[in-house]
C-alpha cells in the first residue's frame, strides 16, 4: 500500500490553522463552507451532484451517490474527484488539507468508480481509493486502497484483497 501523497508547506510562529487566511481566501471558505453545509442536508442526487461539480469544482461521476451529512473538504473541494456509480455512506468526512503545528498539507482525494464508502468514515487528504474498492463504517483512511480491496478499521488494514 502506497503512503499519502501531499504537498508539505512548513509555517513559522503561530500553528498553520491559525495562519489559515494565507493558505486560501476568506471569501473562498465561506462560498465552500456554505456550499458543503447545505450540500449536506440535499435528498436529491442529481442536484447535489450539480452543487459540488458546478459550485465547488469536484469531479463527481455519473450516478454517484453521495449520502445525507457527508462532510466535503470546505477549503479545498476541487482537489475531490469520485468516479462513476460511487457510494459516498452517510457523515463520511472527505479532506483535502490538513492544518498542524508546525506545517500544513493539501493532497488530492481520488475515488475510483464502483466504490463503496461506509457510513461514518473519514478519508485523508492524499489517498487514492481504487475502483471496485469497498471500504467498511467507520475506517480512517489513511493511505492508499487498492483496486477490489476490502479495508476497514481504525487504523484501516487490508481486510481482503481481489481474487482472495
Known amino acids: 500500500m502506497a ?19 494565507k493558505t486560501v481566501s476568506f471569501w473562498k471558505v465561506m462560498k465552500c463552507f456554505t456550499v458543503v453545509q447545505l450540500a449536506r442536508y440535499m435528498p436529491w442526487l442529481p442536484v447535489k451532484n450539480w452543487m459540488y461539480r458546478h459550485l465547488l469544482g469536484m469531479k463527481i ?48 482525494v481520488k475515488i475510483g468508480s464502483n466504490v463503496m464508502i461506509g457510513a461514518n ?6 489517498v487514492t481509493i481504487g475502483d471496485g474498492a469497498i ?9 492508499d486502497v487498492p483496486a477490489g480491496a476490502f479495508v476497514g478499521g481504525n487504523p484501516m488494514r487490508i481486510i481482503r484483497l481481489p481474487n482472495s
Open 61 to 108: 461521476g455519473r450516478q454517484t451517490s453521495v449520502a445525507l451529512m457527508v462532510m466535503m473538504d470546505s477549503m479545498f473541494p476541487e482537489r475531490i474527484s469520485i468516479g462513476d456509480n460511487s457510494i459516498v455512506g452517510y457523515n463520511t468526512t472527505i479532506l483535502a488539507h490538513e492544518y498542524l503545528i508546525e506545517e500544513y498539507r493539501l493532497g488530492d
Open 3 to 21: 503512503k499519502r501523497n501531499t504537498e508539505r508547506y512548513p509555517v513559522t510562529g503561530a500553528n498553520s490553522l491559525w495562519q489559515i487566511y
Open 135 to 143: 471500504v467498511s463504517a467507520a475506517t480512517l483512511v489513511h493511505q
Open 121 to 126: 468514515s473519514t478519508i485523508l487528504p492524499g
